[in-house]
């Protein structure tokens, strides 16, 4: 089943569409497009195994695509997000941003039309590559430039000399006094939870790099990340890993620093909510989602809470 081709699963933009039985309709008045709601996962739906000409279209194609009401994104994916526990009006890092997948969950989840609340995102990638596309991604999503802030601390050695000019939103490092409500740390990992997905990885992955140079340079990241937190915010560290080299090892590490200690405490998962997805090596501030048993991807979180 770890094996088999990962399914095609959207997440519903909540800033514009309210809710998945609504986007259920468009998908299939719009676009012919037939979803299910997955039962435990509010806002995930999975597309149905499509068939002839159908098969063939590209789901970038789609209006409602285009319309911005639903992205691409893995339910363990859209679980970590939702493992941040953000809500309307709060600030929120998204330390390793990537393509913007979860800066724009967590944007939905920040901005409430409703309440009037207007949290602020954060999003850092030491890409300029990566970032320009959350930018370019934002107006389509539904959320305002003066709501995200971009930092880009990396080099730019992929684009063209001279072009980070052109964008002058695009700060090079965190303002100085910055204390979030929460910071996600989604690590740059073997990626051997998604190898469904990427099948050559497995022929890329080394030993010494997932035992020893990736777990280094994810607790380099995690300590710098944590400093953003404020008091009684919430620090959410993840991975698209299942090896423990990269997850509870790099956890356990943490919470045996001298820092932790004095600074942290486990911020335990409710398992009322979280039911489906059974905690990692007896710690209930830890949660491993795996391919065999929950048919998503495969990923790793770990949280834990500023004292304050």
């Known amino acids: 089943k770890a094996n088999l081709p990962g399914p095609v699963t959207l997440r519903r933009n909540s800033l514009k569409v309210a809710t998945d039985e609504e986007l259920i309709e468009l998908l299939l008045e719009v676009d012919d497009i037939t ?3 997955v039962n435990h996962v509010s806002g995930c739906l999975r597309v149905a195994p499509q068939s002839g000409e159908k098969k ?7 209006q409602t ?5 639903f992205e691409v994104q893995d339910m363990g994916s859209q679980l970590i997000v939702k ?3 953000a ?3 709060e600030s929120v890092v998204d330390y390793c941003t990537g393509n913007g997948g979860k800066t724009l969950a967590l944007g939905s989840m920040t901005m409430s039309k409703d309440s009037g609340k207007s949290g602020h995102i954060y999003a850092h990638d030491i890409s300029l590559m990566r970032v320009k596309q959350l930018l370019g991604s934002l107006e389509r999503a539904g959320l305002e430039e003066s709501s995200i802030t971009v930092v880009c601390s990396g080099s730019s050695e992929d684009d063209e000399a001279g072009e980070e000019q052109q964008y002058s939103k695009i700060l090079n490092e965190f303002p100085s006094n910055l204390q979030a409500d929460v910071v996600l ?3 740059p990992c073997s990626s051997t939870g998604v190898l469904r997905r990427r099948p050559s990885q497995r022929w890329l992955i080394e030993e010494d790099e997932v035992i020893v140079g990736l777990p280094k340079l994810q607790t380099k990241i995690l300590n710098s990340a944590s400093k953003f937190v404020k008091k009684g915010g919430r620090l959410v560290y993840a991975t698209c890993s299942i090896l423990s080299a990269e997850n509870q090892v790099v956890a356990r590490n943490f919470e045996n620093s001298i820092e932790y200690n004095e600074f942290w405490e486990p911020w335990n998962f409710d398992t009322a909510k979280w039911e489906n997805v059974s905690d ?3 710690q209930q501030n830890w949660r491993a989602i795996l391919p065999h048993k ?8 770990a949280r834990w809470r500023r004292k304050g």
Not at 56 to 62: D, E, F, G, Q, V
């Open 294 to 301: 929950h048919g998503c991807d495969g990923f790793f979180i």
């Open 87 to 89: 809500i309307p009006g």
């Open 83 to 85: 493992a941040t526990c």
């Open 56 to 62: 063939k279209r590209s789901i970038w194609s789609m």
């Open 280 to 282: 990692y090596a007896g």
């Open 35 to 37: 979803c299910d709601s």
């Open 185 to 187: 740390v989604d690590a």
């Open 65 to 69: 695509w285009k319309d911005g009401l």
